[in-house]
């Protein structure tokens, strides 16, 4: 069992902060001995279980204005792949989204900051994905299986994933479901369901991909197998 502690808003829109805008963070030092995996880590459902729960025994809620500029804490991003069988969700920034150096990106997660309105902290992941899913997409009406945390997503290589750390969901829709499913802000993105088994797809390209969509696209074939069949030994 892995030791968590060092001792017992939407990813698709540009940066807009307000003075009050509270995000929920944690401690970089209070967790893994302040030594972060890096990448992507998976997790089985009893670990997932247990570092959301160690997350938000120890979140707050910080202005995001700081918490942007401040490396000794990480920022919580619920980050969600949606899949329909072999195929996985896939997001298209378009340029009238606003950031002209995210024109033509591509994402297969969905998710975004928690904020005071998923408040309070236990749950708060949860809260904040579903609200995250629910502004931006046309969900199924039909009852949807609820997402499971399937890893954890670091990247301290860089200036913005160091302040940022993803809880990776899965949430599976059967076919119907996925034939309902579309984006809201139809003139700012485009989504459409893509194949994962398609290394010569343009799709793929890792100079198209966000950061974190590239390392869990290396990833998220083998969970989708892994998945089913650890459910099914039960």
């Known amino acids: 069992m892995r030791t968590w502690s060092a001792r017992p808003r939407s990813l698709h829109s540009p940066i807009a902060m307000t003075e009050d805008e509270l995000v929920l963070v944690v401690d ?3 967790c893994f001995g302040g030594d972060w995996p890096q990448g992507f880590t998976p997790l089985g459902d009893a670990e997932a279980r247990e570092l959301v729960a160690h997350f938000e025994a120890l979140a707050r809620f910080e202005p995001r204005v700081r918490a942007e500029l401040e490396p000794a804490w990480k920022q919580c991003i619920p980050y969600c ?15 009238r989204q606003g950031e ?10 969905i998710g975004g900051h928690v904020g005071r309105e ?11 994905l579903l609200r995250e899913l629910a502004e ?4 199924p009406a039909s009852p949807l299986r609820t997402p499971r945390c399937v890893g954890l997503l670091n990247d301290d290589a860089n200036a913005v994933g160091a302040v940022h750390v993803g809880l990776v969901y899965v949430l599976e829709l059967d076919r119907p ?8 802000e139809i ?4 989504g459409a369901f893509r194949p994962l088994v398609a290394p010569d797809g343009p799709w793929q390209d890792a100079a198209r991909l966000e950061s974190w969509s590239a390392l ?9 197998t892994e998945q089913p069949a650890r459910r099914a030994s039960r």
Do not use: M
Not at 177 to 184: H, N
């Open 28 to 30: 970089r030092a209070a």
């Open 100 to 109: 002209t150096r995210l024109h033509g990106k591509l994402s297969i997660g």
């Open 118 to 128: 998923d408040a309070p902290t236990r749950g708060a992941l949860a809260r904040g």
């Open 216 to 224: 869990l696209l290396d990833v998220l074939p083998r969970l989708l």
């Open 81 to 95: 792949a949606v899949v329909c069988e072999a195929q996985v969700f896939c997001v298209e920034r378009l340029p």
């Open 187 to 190: 003139s700012k993105l485009a």
């Open 177 to 184: 479901q996925a034939a309902e499913l579309g984006i809201r």
């Open 136 to 139: 931006e997409l046309r969900l």
